[in-house]
């Protein structure tokens, strides 16, 4: 018996590659969808819900903007830029100095 390559073994290896390739790609897409329903069911859970006492909380109006308050610790909830707005325009430069606190050092380190 002689040990040569048969071009069916060239076939079969070719192939196997291919199934192997695919298997990653329904993996790496079952992954990414397992991800996206991770994030869903994250974001269901805690939508709404006070960061430190889990409690549900509502939204009110606050000097004409809506923000979100919880009435078991009294919290309250700004989302993007409701801050700036309740504080109107920033006249001594606090909201800049309490902002930069808690931007990462590489951002701030700009002079
Ligand atoms: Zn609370």
């Known amino acids: 018996m002689s040990q040569e390559h048969s071009p069916n073994a060239d076939e079969e290896a070719y192939f196997q590659k291919l199934a192997e390739e ?3 790609k329904l993996r790496a897409t079952l992954e ?3 991800a996206e ?3 869903r069911k994250l974001r269901e859970m805690h939508w709404m819900h006070c ?3 889990g409690n549900e909380m509502a939204t009110v109006n606050y000097r ?4 979100e308050r919880c009435f078991n610790c009294g919290g309250v909830y700004l989302d993007d830029g409701e801050l700036e707005k309740l504080a109107g325009e920033d006249r001594s430069g606090v ?5 930069s606190l808690f931007r990462s050092k590489t ?3 700009t002079t």
Do not use: M, R
Not at 64 to 67: P, R
Not at 95 to 99: M, R
């Open 22 to 24: 695919q298997k990653a």
């Open 64 to 67: 004409g903007v809506a923000i």
């Open 51 to 53: 960061a430190k006492c």
């Open 107 to 109: 951002d701030s380190e």
């Open 95 to 99: 909201l800049k100095t309490i902002g």
């Open 37 to 39: 329903e991770d994030s």
């Open 32 to 34: 990414s969808e397992q």
